[in-house]
């Protein structure tokens, strides 16, 4: 059974960092893209960045710059480090499982895999 858990979310002020981590167990870690996607209040869930097993990496165009994701495959472990911090990207954070290598997507309508979200609030 494929498990997704995130942690790391917070209240923070603009400007600040946070790191999030999606742990994952269940599943074979290096035959899946890992993505980190976001919802806010009324909005639909939009896609983040991801990561594929050979490291590379998908941004989304308001994060860009901002926003680093990482892998540890020894840990089963991807984490996004968000830095530069807005309002804007208050949101509730979900990272979610793709079998198989997304290139150039950030659909979420991909992902058949899903964790529980974390609470990312950035105050102005």
């Known amino acids: 059974e494929v498990q997704l858990q995130a942690s790391g979310g917070g209240l923070v002020q603009a400007g600040g960092s946070l790191r999030l981590s999606c742990a994952a167990s269940g599943f074979t870690f290096d035959d899946y893209a890992i993505g980190w996607f976001r919802q806010a209040p009324g909005k639909e869930r939009e896609g983040v960045s991801c990561i594929n097993n050979d490291g590379s990496t998908t941004y989304a165009h308001s994060v860009k710059g901002r926003f680093t994701i990482s892998s540890d495959n020894a840990k089963n472990t991807v984490y996004l480090q968000m830095n530069s911090l807005k309002p804007e990207d208050t949101a509730v954070y979900y990272c979610?499982?793709?079998?198989?290598?997304?290139?150039?997507?950030?659909?979420?309508?991909?992902?058949?895999?899903w964790g529980q979200g974390t609470q990312v609030t950035v105050s102005s």
């Open positions: 979610a499982a793709y079998y198989g290598v997304v290139i150039g997507s950030l659909d979420p309508y991909m992902y058949e895999d």
